[in-house]
């Protein structure tokens, strides 16, 4: 099982980027996916999540300029990012909370990163 993620860059403040992840391999079962981000210096914080019902949670520092969104047939999360500030300058992860078929329960799986830079 791999999670791969996509749709970083730079961009003006004010600026908007989507991001998408994918999970494949051999999935039985995915619950919650979402994203975090990691600031130069910072801890990672998480930044917004969607259960496989669709219900969406958001940090606060991102509610209402964030939306996430899934494809549960296809196994993807994209994290569309409107009115982009410094701040949101960050290399973003993917996680889905999972089942591949020779787990047991299930796990979070992560991908590997993708820079988004906002700056004029």
């Known amino acids: 099982v791999q999670l791969q993620a996509s749709g970083g860059g730079l961009v003006q403040p004010g600026g908007s980027l989507r991001l998408s992840c994918a999970a494949s391999?051999?999935?039985?079962?995915?619950?919650?996916m979402g994203w975090y981000r990691q600031a130069p210096g910072k801890q990672r914080e998480w930044v917004a999540s969607?259960?496989?019902?669709?219900?969406?949670n958001y940090a606060d520092s991102v509610k209402g300029r964030f939306t996430i969104s899934r494809d549960n047939a296809k196994n993807t999360v994209d994290l569309q990012m409107n009115s982009l500030k410094p701040m949101d300058t960050a290399v973003y992860y993917c996680?889905?909370?999972?089942?591949?078929?020779?787990?047991?329960?299930?796990?979070?799986?992560w991908g590997q990163g993708t820079q988004v830079t906002v700056s004029s």
């Open positions: 969607i259960s496989s019902g669709g219900s969406t």
């Open positions: 391999g051999s999935i039985f079962s995915i619950d919650v």
């Open positions: 996680y889905a909370d999972l089942r591949g078929y020779s787990d047991y329960a299930y796990y979070d799986y």
